[in-house]
């Protein structure tokens, strides 16, 4: 089973050293693990972007899961591009994993983020827009693809310290997908 | 042609008028807008999140294309539910149409809202990942979708005074829609 691996991971320092971790993880459980950045593109060309978006396009087709970070960047939800990748699988009809290392509900981030504290009733933004509230850890349109085209995100019961390095809640997310991707038992009837 | 109406517009105070208004310029198209907000959910109920979930689930399986509000939501980049369900439009194959009513770049905004002058060389953010500065609108996975799986991403010259009110962009990308429906020109070969 091949495996894309989406998250913000590829924005990160260590962005390469993360993958590699992320694809000897895969290995172990018998497993491929595709990352982003095993495509070479020149970051020098004028299409770069367009040559990003054409490589992980084509990983995403031939894979056959998503294990997708989606712990919270720049704010109370996770990065676009990710999820705009679990969509995209989801869409193609592929298994869709994916996995946060804040285990926290997006309201409750809404209001660390800003400061205030939860009151009774709707939580309403600077914007007058409604803050959704179905204590679930992002928006229910991610949250609930999860468990229809794949299983239920996966997270830890504490923030681990190191929250982009942990691999803790990848690897449980990579069990995953090694016991879904064990050949069916044969029938006998 | 069936269009899914995405976006935070479901989060505003008048959301049930802004549907209103989406749908209506669609219909003065000839086309049929489908609101999420159209789907009745108790939203008292206990699985209210899911059922909202499957309702719009089964309005993008109905709707042959996607008009996606992406102006930013709550940070730099637009809102992930919306994200989400572009991506889910183009994994099926869907006509996939987009506007912001903010023009700026991603990095551009970044730099505003962290309250940092953008230097040369790589931006980086306070958490020491890279800020992808490709003079784009958002994440380079959803403009080059829309490029990829419709029309590149519609944006007015300068930001409305309303912006969440103000339908232009969505109107163009209406008219697109209305263009592409069209039935191709028979043929004479």
């Not at 193609?92 to 660390?112: E, H, I, M, Q």
Request: proline letters at 7%.
């Amino acid at each position: 089973m091949k495996i894309y691996l989406a998250g913000p991971d590829v924005f990160l320092p260590d962005a390469m050293e993360i993958g590699r971790r992320k694809a000897a993880l895969c290995a172990s459980y018998g497993l491929t693990g595709l990352y982003p950045l095993d495509n070479v593109v020149d970051l020098e060309a004028e299409d770069a972007s367009v040559r990003i978006f054409q490589g992980n396009e084509a990983m995403m087709r031939e894979a056959d899961a998503i294990i997708a970070n989606l712990t919270p960047f720049r704010g109370p939800s996770a990065d676009v591009g990710t999820v705009y990748e679990i969509g995209y699988m989801a869409g193609l009809g592929k298994l869709c994993l994916a996995y946060s290392n804040d285990p926290s509900s997006y309201a409750d981030r809404f209001a660390a983020l800003s400061a205030r504290p939860l009151t009774a009733g709707p939580i309403i933004d600077n914007q007058g827009m409604l803050v959704e509230d179905f204590g679930l850890g992002d928006n229910l349109m991610i949250i609930h693809a999860l468990e229809v085209h794949g299983r239920s995100l996966v997270t830890p019961r504490h923030p681990p310290t190191d929250l982009w390095g942990d691999l803790t809640a990848f690897e449980a997310c990579v069990r995953l997908a090694a016991d879904l991707a064990l050949p069916a038992p044969s029938r006998l009837s």
